[in-house]
């Protein structure tokens, strides 16, 4: 039943015009229709720390997602062995940025890892990232190389595609979880966005996602549920994507984009590629379970 049957069917009922009951098994689908438009921020700038930290104030700063004696996972993108400047991968200072604000607010670990394509260690270290890392001298601070070990088999529930996966249970247990995905162009699925960064985290033959893709990310994605989404644009890989190596592909945005809303930062990220949300079949399977918004024109879209 759709909205304005359900309110029609309520007002006949209400003025006595019909005895019939009206279907109140469909109210909590109206209510999630009628709930406050996510929030999706985002700045640009040259100061990355700066920048992560604009995007996060409107949404309650760091101490929103991070409290004092959590555990919390910060999952970047180091898959591939590429430089910053390649824009494959996350930008170091924008993982930077989070690990600090975490610590700051009083985190009891924060752990940094991603279970690479290319060879672990040449991604680690090439993609900047275990440099900045390094620099943080803080042993709450964990920069991991992930433990075959903690792999776990989860049932997904909801999965439409997929029943049953491979999630590192770090993951799985952290106080608070949250996603940095690099913004950028995918030869498979068009895009590589939030809801792809969580392939990160499973294990086994991760092959096995590819066919049927965008659905199988929404599967996993009602599973691995970031508290926050912070997307790094500060530079963006337009071809040849998840690889790149060309720095012609890229373009240049210095600019970070954040939401509670997976789906919604996302359908907003798509945006910077002339695309509409529509056109990630990601962004729509997940859309289609609930787990978020896609649609722009209901979003609360904030310029920090």
Sequence with gaps: ???????????????????AIPSFQIVPELL???KQPPLVTHAKGKDYY????????????ISSFVKTGENVVIKPNMAWDRTPAQAANTHPLVVKALVELSLDAGAKKVMVFDRTCNEERRCYVNSGIQEVMAAIKDNRLKFIH?????FIPVNIKRGKAVKRLEIYKDALEADTYINVPVAKHHSL??????LKNSMGVLGGNRGQMHHDL???????????RPKLTIIDATRILLRNGP???NTDDVKIMDTVIASTDPVACDA???????LRPDAISSTVAAYELGLGEMELERMQIIQA
């Design 189 to 194: 699925s068009r895009l590589t966005l939030g």
């Design 268 to 274: 907003y990220a798509t945006t910077l590629f002339d």
């Design 1 to 19: 039943m759709h909205r304005r049957d359900f309110l029609k069917q309520v007002m006949l009922w209400s003025a006595g015009i019909t005895t």
């Design 214 to 224: 965008g659905q199988k990310l929404a599967d996993l994605a009602t599973v691995v």
């Design 32 to 34: 999630a229709q009628e």
């Design 50 to 61: 700066q920048l992560v930290a604009r995007v996060l104030e409107p949404l309650g700063g």
């Design 243 to 245: 690889q790149g190596g």
């Design 146 to 150: 992930p433990d075959s070990r903690k």
